[in-house]
């Protein structure tokens, strides 16, 4: 693979939007993982941050970089019951519905456990210039008092490998629940290095979300580099699983536009991480993705 400059650096801009959708805890949520006891430990643990988040809201996101790769993790209490969580991500066909709701996502296939998502170096290049990454779906748990549900890929692009997607949750009441929703994935030398270079380039003035220090003004000073983008990116697929069960109870008719326009708007709320197209340019590409995976083969 050609890694120089001007050829990584496009691909590292967006293609981390999805690689680097990552989360999964540093050490105390790894151990934390896996159970609804250990799940509900963990809730307490959190609740000072979660009543007291800097999102102005109840949302704890976490990053860390390793020696192996990049991983993150966001903690949330969602306005939704753990049986619509569970009745969301069931099948691979709505993992795909809800990946697609990011804006460089501009295709997803499913065949039986798999799914195969299609991603674009920016939202406005062609579908022939995306890279494609498998993953296998796969229900771990799904109880009345916990639910776990993950993808897998043993391989990805640009050096890039051992994926895994979590989504992990525990009810709170009838009609709340405590999410998890974790990823990581392991990259090589050349890959780092490669991210490295274009985050000390083209992605400099990108922040994430953790507050570092103060500026002179008075105003936060964010974390950048690596982290930065991890953070960056959980956010955006966190707030894309927010977004598709906010349409569960929407008319199957206007359910897709529905969670199109509340993406957007979550993202909208954080225009100094998230912001980077106007709402008709992302409605128009997503509407133009539907389309052409609507018509016919030829």
Known sequence: ?????????????????????????????????????????????????????????????????????????????????????????????????????HINNRRCRVAGDTLTLSVVPRYDKPIDQAFELSFTHRTVSSGRDYLQIELAAQEGPMGTSRYRVLVEGIPLGEQQSFLHFAYSYDHNMVARLATMAYLATFGSHKVGFTVVDKKPGGDPEYIRGLRGLVERNAMRYFLALEAYLDGLPVPAA?????????????????????????????LGVKREDRQRDAAPAR
């Open 254 to 282: 206007n359910r897709a536009d529905k969670r199109l326009r509340r993406w957007f708007e979550g993202s909208e709320r954080y225009p100094a991480q998230l912001h980077e197209i106007d709402l008709a340019t992302y």
């Open 1 to 101: 693979m050609n890694t120089s400059p001007a050829v990584s650096f496009p691909w590292l801009r967006v293609g981390l939007g999805l690689m680097l959708w990552a989360m999964a805890l540093g050490a105390q949520a790894s151990l934390a993982a896996g159970s609804a006891q250990a799940l509900r430990e963990l809730h307490g643990k959190l609740g000072d941050k979660l009543a007291h988040s800097p999102l102005k809201r109840p949302i704890v996101l976490d990053s860390a970089e390793t020696d192996g790769g990049l991983q993150g993790d966001v903690y949330a209490v969602v306005d939704h019951s753990l049986d619509d969580v569970r009745q969301a991500l069931e099948q691979s066909s709505q993992w795909c519905e809800m990946l697609l709701l």
